[in-house]
């Protein structure tokens, strides 16, 4: 590859001398030239900029200048690479078709560095690293005439590309200029002595920000490295470097996260994310959801969210009417206005995307005392432990489910009853009823510490229902890991 860098202050360049950069000058695997753009200067000041049309601050950089130099640089750039020798054909010997090949016209690629160019980011160093020659114009003062970036963008044998570092403004181009040359010289083989860098490092394929790295000594100011890494084990190392990048990407560049590709995310990965509030709808990428208490104002889309999910826990057989039925006794506006004004005795917590949509909740049944039982005698004769708490409803959209909201629901909701205190004592227990005939429900709250203690009967409309009853010893401490549990494909009833 060529590098062409145009500037009035060469010197600025001289870093490039250095470190792999230089290497690879050296060895031949990098053809860095570095141009002083006065040199196509006529006029004894050597001026390459004047006052800008329409008036204003600062002095802008001459396009006549500008003009010369590319021209230049670009036309001893633009010569093609010697095509192979083919036999010599004549009248007697006609070129075989394989014979007859066209050589490519090079990629040369104009890069104009300013603070209203597009971001330039580790794809777009990957993009250009596969071009032939690169010409980076270092712009002073104002900037560069625009018409040098028209002029060059009509030509068709050359790409321009007017790139910016960030969001600030630098003296010149030149700082940008070192940036680009060592993003794109340590992509080209040979100059980086260990390819597999680029393969683990921030803003690679893996879309991930770059895990914590250590050396010796393994103490140092009272800092340990983490155990993991010296255990030898190279599949946990792997794992754990994997879930470091993970984590620092969510809390430092949320915007990568939403970026990531679904399919090369595996169970472990979506754990990880749902531990930091970020989860893979179905069909979709990442998205953030935050558990929150509910308020107000949700009733409304609480009880569209409830109408929705609820027939979708309900068996095969049971009549539509009665599933109606239920939800216009228990889950109507109305109802969770109710349940959302008397927080001593209901606890509601939604699931909410960053767009606002409600994706699930969780309506447990708390404890107006600390002797109260479970309101039937069935249910209270299994689950002994006071205060016991029900959790009624636990339900997410189909898209979400198994992607670990539900699963954070659930934690969420054990953590807020571990501060409800009822008469000086919190809740000893957490239980539930599911249709027998959910085994995918069961399994799920199996993982998230529920353990199956017997049945209840239980009424839907006309219908008679038999259910688990299953509790959950909020006293045990053994929360499941947050993200956990898949969630349930129905909920409570």
């Known amino acids: 590859m060529r590098i062409d860098v145009l500037t009035i202050f060469p010197a600025y360049l001289d870093a490039l001398d250095l470190s792999l950069v230089g290497k690879a000058r050296r060895d031949g695997l990098l053809d860095l030239r570095v141009h002083d753009l006065r040199a196509w200067t006529t006029d004894r000041h050597r001026t390459v900029d004047d006052t800008p049309f329409g008036g204003g601050a600062g002095m802008v950089m001459r396009p006549d200048i500008w003009g010369k130099a590319l021209d230049d640089v670009l036309a001893t750039g633009s010569v093609p690479a010697p095509a192979t020798e083919t036999p010599a054909v004549g009248l007697d010997h006609p070129a075989p078709a394989a014979a007859v090949t066209l050589t490519p016209a090079p990629r040369q690629v104009l890069l104009v560095p300013t603070p209203s160019g597009e971001?330039?980011?580790q794809a777009m160093a990957e993009d250009l690293a596969r071009a032939d020659q690169l010409v980076l114009a270092c712009g002073r003062y104002e900037g560069?005439?625009?018409?040098?970036?028209e002029h060059y963008g009509a030509s068709s044998s050359v790409e321009v590309r007017e790139v910016s570092l960030g969001d600030y403004v630098l003296n010149g181009g030149e700082v940008a200029a070192l940036v680009i040359v060592e993003a794109v010289a340590r992509l080209l083989p040979g100059v980086l002595g260990n390819p597999d860098s680029l393969v683990e490092e921030s803003h690679g394929a893996a879309g991930l920000l770059e895990y914590p790295v250590y050396t010796k000594p393994p103490v140092w100011a009272g800092l340990e490295v983490p155990e993991v890494l010296t255990s030898g084990h190279?599949?946990?190392?792997a794992r754990w470097r994997r879930d470091q990048a993970l984590v620092g990407t969510a809390r430092r560049r949320p915007d990568m996260v939403a970026a990531l590709d679904p399919h090369q995310l595996d169970r472990a990965d979506r754990v990880v994310l749902a531990g930091q509030g970020w989860f893979v709808p179905a069909g979709g990428r990442p998205a953030r959801v935050t558990v929150r208490h509910g308020r107000a104002e949700d009733a409304a889309a609480l009880a569209e969210l409830a109408a929705f999910t609820f027939?979708?826990?309900c068996p095969p057989h049971m009549a539509v009417q009665d599933i109606q039925a239920f939800i216009s006794e228990h889950l109507t506006s109305a109802h969770f206005d109710a349940y959302l004004a008397d927080a001593?005795?209901?606890?509601?917590?939604?699931a909410e995307s960053a767009d606002g949509v409600l994706v699930g909740y969780t309506l447990t049944v708390l404890p107006l005392s600390a002797d109260e039982p479970p309101y039937a005698d069935d249910v209270a004769a299994l689950v002994t432990a006071r205060p016991a708490a029900e959790l009624s409803k636990v339900y997410?959209?189909?898209?979400?489910?198994?992607?670990g909201v539900a699963g954070v629901l659930l934690e969420a909701t054990a953590a807020d009853l571990a501060v409800r205190v009822v008469d000086g004592v919190a809740p000893a227990a957490l239980w539930l009823g599911t249709n027998k005939a959910n085994r995918r429900a069961q399994r799920s709250y199996q993982r998230a510490g529920f353990t199956v203690v017997g049945t209840r009967r239980f009424r839907v409309g006309d219908s008679l229902e038999e259910d688990l009853v299953m509790v959950r010893d909020l006293r045990a401490g053994e929360a499941a890991e947050v993200g956990e549990t898949t969630g349930p494909t129905s909920g409570t009833r």
């Not at 560069?144 to 970036?149: N, S």
């Not at 001593?344 to 939604?350: P, S």
């Not at 997410?396 to 992607?403: E, F, H, I």
């Open 344 to 350: 001593a005795r209901y606890q509601v917590l939604t």
């Open 119 to 121: 971001r330039f980011t």
């Open 396 to 403: 997410v959209l189909p898209d979400y489910q198994g992607s």
């Open 234 to 237: 190279h599949g946990k190392v």
């Open 311 to 313: 027939p979708l826990a």
């Open 144 to 149: 560069i005439d625009a018409r040098v970036a």
